[in-house]
């Protein structure tokens, strides 16, 4: 994988630091200050207050900052991917190399994907943290976060960056300009997946006049990722779990697809 | 080394280029020539694989660039008339880059960098930012980068574009150096001084259509023509005079110039009617007489011989520089698509 001369190109832009070196440090001490200063005061919160139920809540607090950063940030790392490499004019030469459609794409994708990984990957230990003190305070399972809540969020938040990053691509690909690119992922991401899916599906309730089951029920919500987010940190019967798991299938599904189609649709020749 | 047989590109209400057809071969240094808009960066980009063609073949080097794109990026080197670069990369990740892209060896890439760095003349900023070399070290970067994967066939869209005097110089001796080293070239440009003293073929084009393609001095005479000659003479000028006057059967009207005594156009004399001598420029008893050459080519010595038999005392004899700007406003209309 790192055999891709994109895929190192775009982590080299990515990570470079071009400052002195005091100033790298400083930068880097700053991150470390801002996460530990974080881990502590939450870390105290629940040592003050021994509850199973405060690690629970930590918990939905650490995991839904990650989430929502996540759901923000997805969209709009990687819709600049390639208008800008037409608007600063690096996409010719770009394209006028050897290099396949695939490692184009992929390694765009990957380097791109990396602020995602990182967001989860800093939040992680704090969220373990939570999780095993929810368990070791006791209390009933209701509060407690199993091995399978942790699983399932961060899949869910895994399979969400991968959509929503692979659509922004998806979007730069199609469109011409980075601005319209943006656009389209945050509407689609906003737009259509948050409140489009419900607000269709509480029409059709209206419509059906719905008993109250229906709303969850509608296959719609199952791509809903505030439903989804529910569903991974709650309780969801099977038939709720049934429908997350259609949903993180279908968001993989769909990224995948997005995919191949960008690689299929790139064509021989750089324009018609 | 390059075929061209009828391209031709389409767009909705536009034809771009027309029915184009030319042949290269290899070491040629073709200089494509046209006003804005006449289709030469379209031509380019369709032997560039870049655009795909509405009709016609091009092949290169016995590759098809329609059936098999791939191969042709691999034998083709291209330089767009406007670039850019990347941010935050230094020249030497810059051309490390490209050199993967090409798919060269690992082992071989530090070499290959350190050769067209060396050929450029930008091994002294091998480890500086690519965004704070100047315009005319960013063109020699972007000519390296185009050379990285030793391409036979070079496409240069405008490579001397908004660079000073120097700089330009510096670009037409890389290219006749790259011409040395057996490259065939397509040069677009409009500065057409320059592109006389490095391109041995021209091409002019004009609203998608090829007007004229081929050597450049039989381009110019076929033009003119004629072919021009300026004869030193150091003493007896009407001597010299009449004996040209009397060569009618090789020698024909010449371009006026100042200073100049019109030789008389006998209606008596009607085979002379179409011939007229001018004199450059008269230094005592001698001058430079310009005349235009309608004989046979490479016997243009036997003007020489009979001056010289004659007994007149030639100091020069010899043709001048190919005005390329005469040709081209004599060719084209001025016309824009």
């Known amino acids: 994988m790192f055999g891709n001369p994109v895929l190192r190109k775009e982590l080299l832009l990515r990570m470079r630091f071009r400052q002195g070196k005091a100033a790298q440090i400083a930068a880097l001490l700053g991150i470390v200050f801002l996460v530990g200063i974080f881990h502590y005061y939450v870390l105290a919160w629940m040592l003050n207050d021994r509850n199973g139920f405060t690690g629970r809540g930590v918990w939905y607090i650490v995991i839904g900052l990650q989430y929502i950063l996540i759901c923000m940030i997805a969209p709009v790392v990687t819709a600049n991917a390639i208008t800008q490499e037409k608007e600063q004019q690096t996409w010719e030469m770009l394209v006028f190399t050897r290099l396949l459609p695939k490692q184009i794409i992929v390694g765009k994708l990957i380097a791109r994907l990396m602020p995602i990984a990182l967001i989860i990957l800093l939040g992680m230990p704090l969220a373990v943290i939570c999780a095993l003190y929810s368990r070791q305070i006791g209390g009933q399972s209701a509060e407690l976060v199993s091995l399978g809540h942790f699983f399932a969020v961060y899949f869910l938040m895994a399979a969400t960056g991968f959509f929503l990053a692979t659509f922004g691509l998806f979007a730069s690909w199609l469109l011409k300009r980075t601005l319209y690119a943006i656009m389209a992922s945050y509407t689609f991401a906003v737009g259509v997946l948050l409140l489009g899916t419900t607000l269709v599906t509480g029409m059709i309730s209206t419509l059906v006049g719905d008993n109250g089951n229906f709303f969850l029920k509608c296959p719609l919500m199952w791509f809903n990722p505030a439903v989804l987010m529910t569903w991974a940190v709650g309780t969801p019967n099977a038939s709720e779990q049934l429908s997350m798991f259609v949903g993180i299938a279908g968001y993989i599904g769909l990224s995948l697809l997005m995919i191949w189609r960008m690689i299929a649709g790139f064509r021989r020749f750089a324009y018609q | 080394m390059i075929e061209i047989k009828h391209l031709r590109k389409e767009y909705k209400e536009l034809v771009a280029v027309k029915d184009l057809c030319l042949e290269l071969d290899k070491g040629d240094i073709f200089g494509f020539i046209g006003p804005n808009g006449a289709g030469k960066t ?141 490259k065939t070239i397509i040069v677009s440009s409009h500065i057409l001084p320059e592109m006389e003293e490095f391109c041995n073929k021209i091409g002019i084009i004009e609203r998608g259509e090829l007007i004229v393609a081929g050597d450049v001095n039989t381009i110019a005479r076929q033009v003119r023509g004629q072919h021009t000659i300026e004869i030193g003479v150091i003493e007896e000028m009407e001597r010299a005079e009449a004996i040209l006057l009397g060569m009618t059967d090789v020698l024909r009207e010449v371009k006026v110039t100042t200073g100049m005594r019109e030789a008389p156009n006998s209606p008596d004399e009607p085979h002379r009617r179409a011939m007229t001598l001018q004199r450059v420029e008269r230094s005592g008893r001698g001058g430079v007489i310009q005349i235009g050459y309608v004989g046979v080519i490479d016997e243009e010595y036997k003007v020489l011989a009979a001056l010289v038999q004659a007994g007149i005392k030639v100091r020069s004899f010899n043709a001048p520089e190919t005005d390329l700007e005469d040709v081209f406003l004599r060719v084209t209309k001025g016309q824009v698509a």
């Open chain 2, 42 to 182: 379209t031509t380019i980009k369709m032997i560039a694989t870049l655009l795909m063609p509405s009709a016609g073949t091009v092949i290169v080097d016995g590759i098809d660039v329609v059936r098999n794109p791939e191969q042709i990026r691999s034998i083709v080197g291209y330089m767009p008339d406007f670039f850019g670069v990347y941010d935050d990369i230094k020249v030497w990740e810059y051309l490390d880059f490209f050199a993967a892209a090409y798919r060269i060896p690992k082992g071989q890439r530090p070499q290959i960098i350190d050769d067209v760095l060396a050929l450029t003349d930008l091994t002294i900023k091998k480890d500086s930012y690519v965004e704070s070399l100047s315009r005319g070290m960013k063109q020699r970067l972007c000519l390296a980068k185009t050379l990285v994967h030793d391409p036979k066939v070079m496409l240069l869209d405008e490579p001397a574009s908004g660079l000073d005097p120097r700089a330009r110089i510096e670009i037409r001796e890389l290219l006749l150096e790259l011409q040395s080293m057996g």
